[in-house]
């Protein structure tokens, strides 16, 4: 069974700093995803990391696969109150079925105070 | 209408009721799913549809009952729930064949609470 866990559970930080989102597993996945979810809604796909060692930018938010493919980990700079939500990481699972499913992490609750 | 909708929003009933849970897609995937989301719990995998055909049931007690009448429309009819499964269910959607490793597109989904 693959795993994917993720730490820290909760954050809690003040506007303008900055944090760094851990998502790891002893499993290699062929990729990662990275979701947010707000409260009441539904994850929004924020990223998909595909390679090993693959940075990707997004505006304030940076994502990273390991070389070996097996974490990922999420930076956030000089964060917003916008940015408050809960951060998911999800992989494949082993086996390639073609419907996709994915094992999620159990997330990150994430809180920026202005 | 664009990605995923969900119908109702909120939803309480009692527990020798029976109501329907509606997600629609139009994104034209192949592939929709069902989760559970709980407090303090990761996201819970429940039905997997795959061209309208279920291709997974993780074990979920048969109150809750799946109907996938096409690659668009899902369906959740639930019948004497137990307050246990109040939580927010979520409706999800994926192109079988994406090479990317099944980005999936999830909907608000539904607020369920069980009196």
């Known amino acids: 069974t693959q795993l994917l866990e993720q730490s820290p559970q909760f954050l809690s930080i003040q506007e303008g700093e900055n944090l760094t989102v851990y998502c790891n597993s002893s499993s290699v996945f062929s990729s990662l995803q990275w979701y947010r979810q707000e409260p009441g809604e539904g994850p929004v796909l924020l990223v998909t990391v595909v390679t090993g060692g693959e940075v990707k930018k997004l505006k304030r938010l940076t994502f990273q696969f390991g070389d070996a493919r097996k974490d990922s980990s999420l930076h956030i700079t000089a964060a917003q109150p916008g940015d408050t939500g809960l951060y998911l990481c999800a992989g494949p699972n082993a086996g390639g079925t073609s419907y996709g499913k994915l094992t999620f992490g159990q997330g990150t609750i994430l809180t920026v105070h202005p | 209408e664009t990605g995923v909708t969900q119908t109702p929003r909120h939803l309480v009933m009692g527990m020798t009721n029976k109501k329907s849970l509606k997600c629609e897609q139009h994104?034209?995937?192949?592939?929709m799913y069902w989760y559970k989301q709980s407090a303090k719990k990761p996201l819970e995998l429940m039905f997997v549809y795959n061209f309208k055909e279920q291709t997974e049931n993780n074990s979920v007690p048969s109150r809750f009952s799946p109907e996938c009448p096409n690659s668009s429309h899902l369906f959740l009819h639930l019948h004497t729930l137990q307050p246990e499964d109040s939580a927010l269910y979520l409706c999800?959607?994926?192109?079988?064949?994406?090479?990317?490793?099944?980005?999936?597109?999830f909907g608000p989904g539904t607020r369920l609470t069980v009196l």
């Open positions: 994104l034209g995937h192949n592939a």
């Open positions: 999800a959607s994926s192109q079988g064949t994406s090479g990317r490793g099944g980005e999936q597109f």
